[in-house]
């Protein structure tokens, strides 16, 4: 499938760089990481020395599962996309690969086949906490280890680096791990990587500035509502050919939606009109990655409505307060967040909803935003 073109913000003095490709998996420009091109791969290499190759090629930051034997052999593969080679090479040894915020995480199939749902799952967890914590959250940064780290006193070292707790360690089995690094991503994406080895996630807590630790649910999913707009004739039955495991209930012109992150992509892009083959996508919702320090939330709006071609409207009821309360300064910090995360994001910091509608923003009180 075509991939949709890049968009960048222009910016203007006092904004940090900011970075709005439509992406899908990767913080940078061009096709998912999985969808790239590569070679043709002769077998008998063992994995580690494959992902090795792959790093020095620019495709991705490995990340191995701890269940994943590093000497495993690769069987050949012949020249196509990333994720259709490894496939090919990893054979009938049920691993598979996936990837995240520029990481290419190899590990057991039903792990890989979950990694990006339990990711956005951990993102809805961080509007659970409080404002301090979820900044942290969405904090971007890379993370690296020595040989023979023990995971617990890592995740307990790296949440404390960012002024949070984790309430229950002891659910971290004693491990040591080899030498390794994650990429540049947020810190709620790093746990996500950290933790999936171990089948766990990450849970806010009631406590303030602390988590706590939850088994990964076993087939995790997603619930969204959608607006179906009259321009589009959605064909519900193809996208229930495509997502066999998929519970989409219509009423009118709205869907709610509960499937893994991949088929949410899916409807979203279907929405959108810009469906162009049958393949579902491994990932062509858009994404942004958004860094800005003490600007006035109506300048943030604005640039985003310039760049999407978006059109705003106030709710009577809250029109001149919402006008004044966008004229606060905000710190936004996300990273692979979609349009609607960075609105919903951007309307907690001045105290109302603002809800993607279509191409209009729509701002109304905070108990009216769309449910997730």
Same mark, same amino acid.
């Given at each position: 499938?075509?991939?949709?073109?890049? =968009?960048?913000?222009?910016?203007?003095?006092?904004?940090?760089?900011?970075?709005?490709?439509?992406?899908?998996?990767?913080?940078?420009?061009?096709?998912?990481?999985?969808?790239? $091109? *590569?070679?043709?791969?002769?077998?008998?290499?063992?994995?580690?020395?494959?992902?090795? %190759?792959?790093?020095?090629?620019?495709?991705? +930051?490995?990340?191995?599962?701890?269940?994943?034997?590093?000497?495993?052999?690769?069987?050949?593969?012949?020249?196509?996309?990333?994720?259709?080679?490894?496939?090919?090479?990893?054979? =009938?040894?049920? *691993?598979?690969?996936?990837?995240?915020?520029?990481?290419?995480?190899?590990?057991?199939?039903?792990?890989?086949?979950?990694?990006?749902?339990?990711?956005?799952? %951990?993102? &809805?967890? +961080?509007?659970?906490?409080?404002?301090?914590?979820?900044?942290?959250?969405?904090?971007?940064?890379?993370?690296?280890?020595?040989?023979?780290?023990?995971?617990?006193?890592?995740?307990?070292?790296?949440?404390? %680096?960012? %002024?949070?707790?984790?309430?229950?360690?002891?659910?971290?089995?004693?491990?040591?791990?080899?030498?390794?690094?994650?990429?540049?991503?947020?810190?709620?994406?790093?746990?996500?990587?950290?933790?999936?080895?171990?089948?766990? *996630?990450?849970?806010?807590?009631?406590?303030?500035?602390?988590?706590?630790?939850?088994?990964?649910?076993? $087939?995790?999913?997603?619930?969204?509502?959608?607006?179906?707009? &009259?321009? *589009?004739?959605?064909?519900?039955?193809?996208?229930?050919?495509?997502?066999?495991?998929?519970? +989409?209930?219509?009423?009118?012109?709205?869907?709610?939606?509960? =499937?893994?992150?991949?088929?949410?992509?899916?409807?979203?892009?279907?929405?959108?009109?810009?469906?162009?083959?049958?393949?579902?996508?491994?990932?062509?919702?858009?994404?942004?990655?958004?860094? +800005?320090?003490?600007?006035?939330?109506?300048? !943030?709006?604005? &640039?985003?409505?310039?760049?999407?071609?978006?059109?705003?409207?106030?709710?009577?009821?809250?029109?001149?307060?919402?006008?004044?309360?966008?004229?606060?300064? !905000?710190?936004?910090?996300?990273?692979?967040?979609?349009?609607?995360?960075?609105?919903?994001?951007?309307?907690?910091? !001045?105290?109302?909803?603002?809800?993607?509608?279509?191409?209009?923003?729509?701002?109304?009180?905070? $108990?009216?935003?769309?449910?997730?």
């Amino acid at each position: 499938m075509p991939r949709p073109r890049a =968009a960048r913000l222009a910016f203007s003095a006092g904004w940090m760089p900011i970075c709005c490709g439509l992406l899908a998996a990767a913080a940078h420009a061009g096709p998912p990481l999985l969808d790239q $091109s *590569v070679g043709r791969s002769d077998g008998g290499v063992e994995l580690a020395t494959r992902l090795a %190759g792959l790093e020095r090629a620019g495709l991705g +930051v490995p990340v191995l599962d701890r269940r994943v034997d590093p000497h495993l052999p690769m069987a050949p593969a012949p020249a196509g996309s990333l994720g259709d080679a490894l496939a090919a090479s990893f054979g =009938a040894n049920r *691993v598979g690969a996936s990837e995240l915020s520029g990481a290419l995480y190899v590990g057991p199939t039903p792990a890989a086949r979950d990694l990006r749902t339990l990711a956005e799952i %951990g993102r &809805k967890q +961080v509007t659970r906490l409080d404002a301090g914590s979820r900044s942290e959250m969405r904090r971007i940064d890379s993370l690296s280890w020595p040989r023979l780290t023990e995971p617990r006193g890592l995740i307990e070292s790296l949440l404390d %680096g960012h %002024g949070l707790r984790l309430q229950n360690p002891e659910t971290l089995p004693l491990d040591v791990w080899d030498q390794g690094r994650l990429p540049p991503m947020t810190l709620s994406d790093r746990l996500t990587l950290l933790l999936i080895g171990f089948d766990l *996630v990450w849970q806010a807590s009631d406590a303030p500035r602390a988590i706590r630790l939850a088994p990964a649910p076993r $087939s995790p999913s997603i619930s969204k509502r959608y607006n179906l707009p &009259k321009r *589009v004739a959605w064909d519900e039955r193809a996208f229930q050919d495509a997502f066999p495991s998929a519970v +989409v209930q219509r009423r009118g012109n709205r869907v709610e939606l509960t =499937a893994r992150v991949e088929a949410h992509e899916r409807l979203a892009t279907e929405l959108r009109g810009e469906v162009e083959d049958d393949t579902p996508p491994s990932g062509g919702e858009q994404r942004l990655t958004l860094t +800005v320090r003490q600007q006035p939330a109506a300048a !943030v709006l604005q &640039k985003l409505t310039e760049t999407f071609s978006l059109s705003v409207r106030y709710e009577p009821s809250v029109s001149d307060a919402a006008r004044t309360a966008l004229t606060r300064r !905000v710190d936004l910090s996300v990273s692979q967040a979609t349009l609607a995360e960075l609105l919903d994001e951007l309307g907690m910091q !001045v105290g109302y909803s603002l809800s993607l509608r279509g191409k209009e923003i729509l701002i109304g009180p905070a $108990s009216a935003g769309a449910v997730d």
